[in-house]
């Protein structure tokens, strides 16, 4: 079983739980929802993934109602982004950011936890897929929104790729705090690179 540095999870949990309460809290805001319907979108995107996670593996309660400083760095984000909403808006980049990164902070986050519970290298993939996509899958599902990862854009692939980069990492002797950090980049920019040259999956026509 592999042994992760407390200080450095905690760092990669509240990383990816603001930067994907930012892009819930956006999302909600570019269709007009009301303050409490933002809040929700907030956090189905902050902890969905964490949650459906959690639950298939059999770590009840699920991590965020046990631990309050999730919902409030929610919280917190997301109302910090409402008040400051004339200046967000002018950020989609930015904020198109923030979910990339959401994207790679939380695969390693779900990836460490399978290797955590001693699992193999493709469940551990598969749960550090979960992990980054489903707050994504969910948001999109309440806002009446076909979900990126279903869609033929880079999402989920990046997710896999990155996590088989992971543990390629681990097979080279690259240190574990470094190889995470390396993995989440890979995510990162994967994602930006698929948009930017619009790479995406064949598309299936009948």
Known sequence: MEH???????????LGTIAFAISGTFTA??????????LII????????GTVRD???????????RDMQTCLIILFT?????????????????????DSLGLGLFTILGLAKGIS?????????????????????????????IPLVFKREIYATACIM????????????????????LAIAFIFVMRIIAVKFKLSLPKFEY
């Open 4 to 14: 992760y540095s407390i200080s450095t999870y905690e760092i990669i949990e509240a």
């Open 29 to 38: 805001m570019q269709r007009k929802l009301d303050p409490f319907g933002v």
């Open 42 to 49: 907030a956090f189905v995107t902050a902890i969905g993934g």
């Open 55 to 65: 639950l298939l593996i059999g770590d009840t309660p699920v991590a965020w109602m």
């Open 78 to 98: 997301a109302l910090a982004t409402m008040f400051f909403k004339t200046h967000v808006q002018k950020m989609k980049i930015t904020l198109f950011l923030f």
């Open 117 to 145: 519970l001693g699992l193999n290298p493709g469940i551990c993939i598969a749960l550090g897929t979960i992990t980054g996509c489903f707050g994504g899958i969910i948001r999109d599902t309440l806002l009446n929104t």
């Open 162 to 181: 990155g996590g088989m980069f992971y543990f390629l990492l681990l097979e080279i002797n690259v240190g574990t705090v470094i190889a995470k950090f």
